[in-house]
């Protein structure tokens, strides 16, 4: 197994086992993405008029429960979860790809973390997302 590491310097990789490695990367990169997520929403494109980097206000809460936003090139309001999950996902496409291609698999959470690099609880998120947006895309959940 080669070790290899996006954060460490070679000579803590050489002091390490790889799975120290793995577990420190994955541990970082969450650090990161949560930092990430600080920033509130962020949406790359408004999910209604497909504005580039949009300005967005929050606009008061669906029946659901949700947050909702109002995009200031177009005025329409939409669901912090509405529209494609990479809207407001820090992950990237590839892994939301392998994500939703291990599960239709049936692979493990365990598995899918290590394979993209993600920790456990992000990949639990994310499927959550997922399911989420798969359910309520065209109609709202009401109810708990
Ligand atoms: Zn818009």
Redesign the pocket.
Known sequence: MTRTSKYLNQDTIAALQSFQIEKIDREITDYLDTNNKMNTYHFEY??????YH?R?IKSGFANSGKQMLR??????R?VVDCGQLTFYSHQNQSKWNELILDTLNGVSLKETAAKINVNERNVFNMLHKLLVSLGTEERPIHSR
Not at 46 to 51: E, Y
């Open positions: 408004c999910p209604k008029c497909g504005c949009p967005l995009c200031k090139e177009c005025g329409k939409f």
